[in-house]
């Protein structure tokens, strides 16, 4: 990522100066480098983490892990460099979307009716059931100015209105 020959996971996941940037962003810098200080292993450093963050800070930790892996990943394989701040966006938006899944998860499990209703964001969404033998499609979709970037949601459905397959994806805009 940075131009060095070596590359290791704590490089990518931590030393890195985008790493790092991108820890400093989320306010976990300083307890992932003192943790790292006590035991230079990136193993002990995740279970250090999910063993001391509270949960909303270990959800965190893990979705900026994955981020920065996909931000490699892309570079690696698809020449696309990113910014600190698309990492960022990107494991928040991706946590955001898991948060709300989990809500109508739960609201489902409580909910016999065919209709599901939930609040997210403030709105009040709702979901019916396709017709006997047909799927159904929600999309939704973010836009991002000062990253340049357009965002989208797709969650298939079946008959029953259960959970087929869902998407989540980020593409620079070309406007």
Known sequence: MCGTN?????????????AM???????????????????????????????????????LSVT?????????????WQQQNETCMQVVERARHLLD??????????????DNH???????HGHVIELTKPTYGRYKCNID????????????DICIRDDQGEFVMAKTDWFFSSL
Not at 64 to 76: A, P, T
Not at 114 to 120: E, G, K, P, T
Not at 141 to 152: E, K, R, T, Y
């Open 6 to 18: 070596y590359e290791d996971s704590i490089h990518v996941l931590v030393e890195c100066p985008g």
């Open 21 to 59: 940037q991108a820890w400093r962003e989320v306010n976990l810098w300083e307890i992932i480098d003192r943790t790292l200080r006590q035991n230079y292993n990136i193993d002990a450093l995740i279970f250090s983490l999910l063993d001391q963050l509270p949960s909303t800070q270990k959800e």
């Open 64 to 76: 900026i892990i994955w981020s920065l892996w996909k931000r490699r990943n892309l570079k690696l």
């Open 97 to 110: 979307d898991w948060t709300t899944a989990q809500e109508v998860r739960s609201h489902k499990a409580t």
């Open 114 to 120: 065919a209709q599901l209703n939930s609040v997210i």
């Open 141 to 152: 979709a973010s836009f991002s100015d000062s990253l340049n970037m357009v965002g989208i």
